[in-house]
């Protein structure tokens, strides 16, 4: 998706056993896995755009072992700010 300059922020949810579960977005490092969640658990990825770009969203399992389980209608994508 094409996405303006500004502050934004995926969120999600997701649980997994075995491993560990993460938002992301392409090209860019900063993910936080959450390791070990049998639970449904809210994920959140803050992130900046610079410029106009385009991205992917990415909601991975982490691990070699285990399996996950995300929450499709969860997701959503919030614009915090335009860039200044």
């Known amino acids: 998706m094409l996405l303006e300059p ?3 922020q995926f969120i999600g949810k997701a649980r ?3 491993g560990g579960v993460g938002l992301r977005a392409s090209y860019r ?3 936080r896995t959450i390791n070990g969640a049998p ?3 809210n994920l959140t990825y803050d992130f900046s755009m610079t410029a106009a ?3 992917e969203l990415v909601a991975e399992f982490r691990g070699s072992k285990g399996s ?3 929450d499709e209608d969860s997701f959503r994508l919030i614009r915090k700010s335009k860039a200044e």
């Open 6 to 8: 500004g502050q934004y």
């Open 39 to 41: 639970e449904w658990t």
């Open 53 to 55: 770009e385009y991205i």
């Open 29 to 31: 490092g900063g993910g």
């Open 16 to 18: 997994a056993e075995g």
């Open 68 to 70: 996950a389980r995300f």
